[in-house]
């Protein structure tokens, strides 16, 4: 179920995450603001959130997990399958630590999960910056946004940190 290009949604997280990005965030980046944007709308369908299956078709949840599925080593099954992962848990690291700070927080006190062992920050710039190393023939023109998204990762979280604060104020207010 796709969210329509013109739905009210997809304009206001167009506008929050520019307006901060721009602003204090210091993201002057048009692409890199538009990717993220577009991923708040694809994160509105909680179902994205964990589309990442293993090989018996159990969803991970834990960064962690992903990890593990993401190396060609353990369990990936090719590089493609290693890029599709690595650009999910960047994508999933960066919703979280912008929008859920408090729960990221909590990873090392919720028992023993291999998340309480993960650094999000770490595991999400590291995950584009592998993204980014996909340079060739299909991912050519795309590894470029996952390079800045990689060094630009602390600053886009914490304009996701300012938006999250801008839906909390629409929210109040209404």
């Given at each position: 179920?796709?969210?329509p290009?013109?739905?009210?949604?997809?304009?206001?997280?167009?506008?929050l995450v520019?307006?901060?990005?721009?602003?204090?965030?210091?993201?002057?980046?048009?692409?890199?603001?538009?990717y993220?944007?577009?991923?708040?709308?694809?994160?509105?369908?909680?179902?994205?959130?964990?589309?990442?299956?293993?090989?018996?078709?159990?969803?991970?949840?834990?960064?962690g997990?992903?990890?593990?599925e993401s190396?060609?080593?353990l369990?990936?099954?090719?590089?493609?399958?290693e890029?599709?992962?690595?650009?999910?848990?960047?994508?999933?690291?960066?919703?979280?630590?912008?929008?859920?700070?408090?729960?990221?927080?909590?990873?090392?006190?919720?028992?023993?999960?291999?998340?309480?062992?993960?650094d999000y920050?770490?595991?999400?710039?590291?995950?584009?910056?592998?993204?980014?190393?996909?340079?060739?023939?299909?991912?050519?023109?795309?590894?470029?946004?996952f390079?800045?998204?990689?060094?630009?990762?602390?600053?886009?979280?914490?304009?996701?940190?300012?938006?999250?604060?801008?839906?909390?104020?629409?929210?109040?207010?209404?």
């Amino acid at each position: 179920m796709e969210i329509p290009a013109d739905h009210p949604l997809r304009k206001l997280f167009r506008e929050l995450v520019v307006r901060r990005f721009y602003g204090d965030a210091q993201v002057r980046d048009p692409e890199v603001a538009r990717y993220v944007s577009e991923l708040l709308v694809q994160f509105a369908h909680v179902r994205n959130l964990c589309k990442i299956r293993d090989a018996r078709g159990w969803r991970l949840e834990d960064v962690g997990r992903m990890l593990i599925e993401s190396n060609p080593l353990l369990g990936a099954h090719s590089f493609d399958r290693e890029r599709e992962v690595r650009k999910h848990i960047g994508d999933y690291t960066l919703f979280l630590s912008g929008l859920f700070p408090e729960y990221v927080a909590s990873l090392p006190r919720r028992g023993l999960r291999l998340d309480a062992f993960v650094d999000y920050v770490k595991a999400g710039k590291e995950s584009y910056r592998i993204v980014s190393c996909f340079d060739q023939f299909e991912y050519r023109n795309e590894a470029p946004l996952f390079r800045r998204l990689s060094e630009a990762f602390e600053l886009c979280v914490f304009g996701l940190n300012l938006v999250k604060q801008d839906l909390e104020r629409i929210r109040q207010e209404q």
